[in-house]
């Protein structure tokens, strides 16, 4: 069973704060993508990365891509309440099983 | 509109009830998918079309859940004989072309099915 971790579940910090949160797997992904979800709404693409190693930025938002292109990283720098959502990973697998595989997500709030 | 839409945003079912959720894709993305999502989790893969071919649908909990996408463009979910557990929202996705690469997904609103 293929399966995308992200970590943590939860994190609540304060405003101003630089956090990272992680997605990992054991499968090699042809791409993947960070979504942002808030309450009441539809996942919304933020990113979405090809290369291993690659490393993409929007605003305070950095999304890496591991080099094996099992595993990706996204860092926000200076942490505004307008970041709190659910952030989600997506990866396409592309063997046997084509796929895309949804993480849990990490929750995220930024106390003011 | 230029984003997916999805109706109703809100439906309760009495249990037993049929639903019948709809999507409608952003115009020109041949791939479609459903996903239902519990509350605070991530979303659960259901199935997948591509234009009308319905090619993966491993993700179907029953056979009472049923889609369709009879010309390639709007797609329905229809849920037969709804139980407590289907309470969940339900999510669709389009993207260009799965098959050339696509793997971005534009996310509907979703639908929050609530059976009593």
């Known amino acids: 069973t293929q399966l995308l971790e992200q970590s943590p579940q939860f994190l609540s910090i304060q405003e101003g704060e630089n956090l990272t949160v992680y997605c990992n797997s054991s499968?090699?992904?042809?791409?993947l993508q960070w979504y942002r979800q808030e309450p009441g709404e539809g996942p919304v693409l933020l990113v979405t990365?090809?290369?291993?190693?690659e490393v993409k930025k929007l605003k305070r938002l950095t999304f890496q891509f591991g080099d094996a292109r099992k595993d990706s990283s996204l860092h926000i720098t200076a942490a505004q309440p307008g970041d709190t959502g659910l952030y989600l990973c997506a990866g396409g697998v592309r063997d046997r099983d084509d796929k895309i595989i949804f993480g849990k997500g990490t929750r995220l709030h930024i106390l003011p | 509109g230029a984003g997916v839409s999805q109706s109703p945003r809100y439906k309760v079912a009495k249990r037993g009830q049929d639903v019948a959720l709809r999507c409608d894709p952003i115009?020109?993305?041949?791939?479609l998918f459903w996903y239902q999502q519990a509350l605070g989790q991530g979303p659960e893969f259901l199935t997948y079309?591509?234009?009308?071919?319905?090619?993966?649908k491993s993700g179907l909990p029953s056979d009472r859940f049923f889609a369709e996408r009879p010309e390639g463009s709007v797609s329905t979910l229809k849920i037969q004989r709804t139980q407590q557990e289907d309470s969940a929202v339900y999510l669709c996705?389009?993207?260009?072309?799965?098959?050339?690469?696509?793997?971005?997904?534009?996310f509907g609103p979703g639908t929050r099915l609530t059976v009593t």
């Open positions: 990365v090809v290369t291993g190693g």
């Open positions: 996705a389009s993207s260009w072309d799965r098959l050339a690469g696509a793997d971005e997904q534009y």
């Open positions: 115009s020109g993305h041949v791939s």
């Open positions: 079309f591509q234009n009308e071919a319905q090619l993966d």
């Open positions: 499968s090699v992904f042809s791409s």
